[in-house]
């Protein structure tokens, strides 16, 4: 988080009355998702179920794209769009629950599901709060 941070301190501009903090977690979120839900959909594929877990791994990967597109979206201060940024996030939060909601189904028998799930709410509740706090 540090450097996204950093990176968001050195913008020449002011953020135009975005909550720093808020902004910050959620790209954080974002892109912690984004990995997670690759790496469990990758792991998912390393299951001898992998058959059954078919609607996990398409939805990981859905989750993981609809992820790193909301953080480089918000990383992007110049020429900033409010309605395009609150779509992302809504598209984002709706992404984050169905995979939270799918790999929670299958948390007790993979290890990797329940990481993914945890990590899908925190970003769906960082997009909640970044979008409360723009509307």
Known sequence: MAVIEQMLDTYPKDLGGIDQVKLVECISACIECAQACTACADAC???EMVSELTKCIRTNLDCADVC????NVLSRRTGYDAT???????????????????CEQHAEMH???KVCAES????????????SSLI
Do not use: I, W
């Open 45 to 47: 594929l390393s299951e």
């Open 84 to 102: 395009l940024t609150q779509a992302v996030l809504e598209a984002c939060q709706v992404a984050c629950k169905a995979c939270g909601d799918e």
């Open 120 to 131: 899908c709410r925190r970003c769906e509740r960082a997009c909640s709060e970044l979008l």
């Open 68 to 71: 790193a597109t909301t953080g």
């Open 111 to 113: 290890a990797h599901c």
